[in-house]
């Protein structure tokens, strides 16, 4: 009880709104008044003031919907609408979601409990939600056209249907639907087991969180719509390194994430310093005989998948998408590779007419996380983070898993920088390196070649210029 109203009047972070004004006064008093949040960052686990009790999720730079109990049916109420999101610190983003924020909400329920959805339009053209994932009556599906008609601009409709099974789930439009979420709309959804579950494990700590992926130009701020690929903005819960939060645990708890993925291409998700189990997906928990050891598991377009592992090593252990292209934010795709490229005698031409030209990439892209590039208002530095040791060069789909000896139980926040044992951290070797032979020639296994060049090619590689599909 204590927790909720602390989480209500907690820094003014949660405001109460009106429902939208073409809703009469007799039907606004039926619905619960709709909760807004007013801050990127991650809200503690919303602990259940009612209803079965259960051990509640952390969503990533996220919250958890309160509801209220009506004759034993729980009421949420969720308002779809475009809002400002802070996708890290100095770049924010014209989107469209849910109550204030995007992603919406995590909504959070028992399996047996009747729910009851409260969706009120107040985007610019109709919408509608499906609830993926779930067993429902199949009017309550949310495929507009097929279902159940749009949710027209300042209508409100009601979804009612029992949370059947328990499990990782999400909701999104199933209305102009490549627009919608392009621009944001989605949310996390989680339903607890009632009883103990033979395959859903007790867990410390639970975080969720989506992937998404945006199209913003440098300089603006509102997502290219079209985009089918080209994404220049890999992120989680809306949210991009070093703007994604750690997820903070203490040594020896038993962590589960879940996550689902709303882009168009899979991410292959990679825990450092541990092995984890996928313990369920969208479809459930998963039969023990399925399960294997893993440091990464991908997840495909429109997969849930929710991972487990006991954080026994102590320390700052990345967490991220294994795509390197996904941890980088908003770049030049049609930049050539030049490492390796001498170009001091162009240069100092161009220098002579442009007198701020600067090379980049010749030894790599490292300096251009660090450099301070002149950048157009608005933009995310492509990698960035600055960590104990200096740069991450990191961006997009990345952040750290923080276990600590002397973190508290329910203790959701950052201990700040791990501080490694004495000689427990790689060094720089004093001292001079004896240099080994190059390879010279062919293999000794290798087959006979036919036609041998007349000379020996050493080959330049080097990325096409133009067009990059596929990543
Ligand atoms: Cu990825």
């Not at 495909?300 to 795509?323: P, S, T, Y």
């Not at 200096?390 to 923080?402: C, D, I, L, N, P």
């Not at 490694?420 to 290798?446: C, I, M, N, S």
């Amino acid at each position: 009880m204590n927790n909720r109203r602390n989480f209500l009047s907690g820094a003014g972070a949660i405001t109460g709104a009106l429902a939208a004004a073409s809703v009469s006064k007799v039907a606004m008093a039926a619905l619960p008044e709709p909760v807004l949040q007013t801050t990127p960052n991650t809200m503690p686990p919303l602990m259940p003031s009612s209803g079965r009790p259960y051990n509640p999720v952390v969503t990533l730079n996220g919250w958890t919907l309160p509801w209220r109990m009506n004759n034993g049916v729980k009421e949420f109420h969720l308002v779809a609408e475009p809002v400002v999101r802070e996708m890290a610190p100095g770049f924010k983003a014209n989107l469209w979601g849910y109550n204030g924020q995007s992603p919406g909400p995590t909504i959070e329920v028992v399996e047996g409990d009747r729910v009851r959805i409260f969706v009120t339009n107040k985007l610019p053209e109709h919408t509608s939600v499906h609830w993926h994932g779930q067993r429902l009556p199949n009017g309550m599906d949310g495929v507009t056209g097929l279902t159940q008609p749009a949710i027209r601009p300042g209508k409100t409709f009601v979804y009612e249907f029992v949370a059947r099974r328990p499990g990782t789930f999400m909701y999104h439009p199933h209305a102009d639907e490549m627009v919608q979420m392009a621009m944001g709309m989605m949310g996390f959804w989680v339903t607890h087991p009632k009883t103990r579950h033979p395959l859903i494990e007790e867990v410390n700590r639970d975080f969720v969180f989506l992937l998404n992926a945006y199209d913003v130009e440098p300089g603006s701020a509102t997502p290219k719509i079209m985009t089918m690929l080209d994404f220049n903005l890999w992120s989680w819960n809306s949210r991009i390194f070093p703007g994604i939060d750690s997820l903070n645990v203490r040594l020896n708890d038993k962590v589960r994430i879940r996550f689902g993925n709303l882009t168009m291409t899979n991410h292959p998700m990679h825990l450092h310093g541990h092995e984890f189990l996928v313990t369920g997906t969208d479809g459930g928990p998963t039969p023990k005989t399925t399960r294997q050891y893993e440091v990464t598991t991908d997840v495909a377009v429109g997969q849930m998948r929710q991972i487990e592992f006991l954080a026994n090593e102590e320390g700052d252990w990345a967490f991220h998408c294994h795509k390197s292209h996904h941890t980088m934010n908003a770049m030049g795709h049609d930049v050539p590779t030049m490492i390796g490229v001498d170009h001091k005698d162009v240069t100092q031409q161009i220098a002579d007419l442009v007198p701020d030209y600067m090379v980049m990439g010749e030894r790599g892209m490292a300096d251009m996380g660090e450099m301070e590039m002149p950048l157009p208002d608005n933009t995310a530095r492509m990698m960035s983070g600055e960590g104990p040791f200096g740069s991450v060069e990191m961006g997009g789909m990345f952040s750290v898993v923080k276990v600590r000896k002397d973190q508290k139980a329910g203790d959701y926040s950052n201990p700040g920088w791990f501080k490694h044992p004495k000689g427990t951290v790689a060094y720089e070797l004093d001292g001079p390196v004896a240099e080994g032979p190059r390879q010279q020639g062919a293999g000794a296994a290798a087959m006979p070649v036919q036609n041998m060049p007349a000379k020996n090619i050493e080959v330049q590689v080097r990325k096409p210029g133009a067009g990059h599909a596929g990543h």
